[in-house]
């Protein structure tokens, strides 16, 4: 499976973006998908999470401000990204696993992903 992140760019703080995560494979429709974020110098983290019958989970940095959606028709994944903050500075990963996994969605360790995109970077001036 290949996976396309775009959408970033840079915004004023409180701003709001939408990043895309599109997939190759129609089994994307299948799989868990997560955000993950890594600043400059820093390790990437997560940021949420949304399975395959659309259970949602976030970071508690991102909840309340951040959603994350898809459209399977569209094997496509989103992040809507509101009140952003300059912290919310990052470079974003788009990631999926294997359809039929079962873990769960709130294992939010970047090795129980399969697939990831290149990365779409995000910039929140204050």
């Known amino acids: 499976v290949q996976l396309q992140a775009f959408g970033g760019g840079l915004v004023q703080a409180g701003g709001s973006l939408r990043l895309s995560c599109a997939a190759s494979?129609?089994?994307?429709?299948?799989?868990?998908v997560g955000w993950f974020r890594q600043a400059p110098e820093k390790e990437r983290e997560f940021v949420a999470a949304?399975?395959?019958?659309?259970?949602?989970y976030y970071a508690s940095s991102v909840k309340g401000r951040f959603t994350i959606s898809r459209d399977n028709a569209k094997n496509t994944a989103y992040l809507q990204m509101n009140s952003l903050k300059p912290e919310d500075t990052a470079l974003y990963y788009c990631?999926?696993?294997?359809?039929?996994?079962?873990?769960?969605?709130?294992?939010?360790?970047?090795?129980?992903?399969?697939?990831w995109g290149q990365g779409t970077e995000l910039t929140v001036s204050s």
């Open positions: 494979e129609r089994t994307f429709s299948s799989s868990t």
């Open positions: 990631a999926s696993r294997r359809a039929y996994d079962t873990r769960t969605h709130h294992d939010t360790s970047d090795s129980t992903y399969d697939y």
């Open positions: 949304i399975s395959w019958s659309t259970s949602t």
